[in-house]
């Protein structure tokens, strides 16, 4: 059954964080890709959560703050990627390179590019800036970038069920964060991908990539770009689906002989061991023609140590005192 949850009055305090209250709910999807599935009932507990994805002025504060390098600005190390080109173990990031003409869409590599010198602080190249760009989210963050940025800030990242809590606003059994239709009245409720991808972007929605945090209607519980703009690292290791029924625990703690499981690993790299983290949220760049986990269920794996254009995060924090720098 759908139905709307009356959500308690948004609580923010300077920080810009937001009281999420908890709750129990169904978690996932069955209707969709099969990685959602099956739908689960979970409980989450109470915590705080940016109100929006962190910022490139915000990362910017603490890299001045901390000197930390990203790992797009990191050469990679040749023993974790066996096989691999010499020329491609340079510093660099994926970016997003449509192509003139449709292509096949089961090829990521026609729209992809490793890109050599993308940075967060150039991410559309190494002659590329910020200019502009301040109030959109950062990106090029891997999630090793994401969780120190959270531990400088005294926060972490989200849970993948209290990010996906989070993301319905409460609500309960709709379709997408905002209800039913994903574009209510033809009003355009996220920053994604409008026309085909990823030849032709209509860009009714009036961004072509990013978008300022903040700039499509926030959900129910007041938090803005929980679906489209960028992707967002979550803590969870992946595993192809749900368990049943299995109740998520508020915190990932880190396994001594690894912290995770085969199957966060990707099966069609077996010579590569990068263990992947769930993003969720979708992106600019979902598409009604391909990748629709422009939803709160939706979820996909992303490797630790690769970072992309269409890829940020936002932080929580668990204490129930007042939320505060």
Partial sequence: MKHSVVPQKPSTAGSGMIW??????????NDHYPEEAPVHRVTVDGFWMDAAPVTNRQFKAFVLATGHVTTAET???AKDYPGAKREMLRAGSLLFTPPQHPVDLRDWSQWWIFAFGVTWKRPLGPNSNLKGLEDHPVVHVS???A???ARWAGKDLATEAEWEFAARGGLEGTEYAWGDELAP????MANTW???FPFQNTMIDGYERTSPVGTFPPNGYGLSDMIGNVWEWTNDWYAPKHPEDAPKACCIPENPRGGREDNSYDPRQPEVRIPRKVVKGGSHLCAPNYCRRYRPAARHPHPVDTSTSHIGFRC??????????
């Fill in 143 to 145: 999630y090793t970038d």
């Fill in 75 to 77: 050469i990679p190390d």
């Fill in 316 to 325: 929580v924090r668990r204490d129930r005192g007042e939320s505060g720098d």
């Fill in 20 to 29: 999420i209250p908890g709750g129990t709910f169904p978690m996932g999807s």
């Fill in 194 to 196: 409008q026309g085909e």
């Fill in 185 to 188: 009245g033809g009003r355009q």
């Fill in 147 to 149: 969780l120190a940025y």
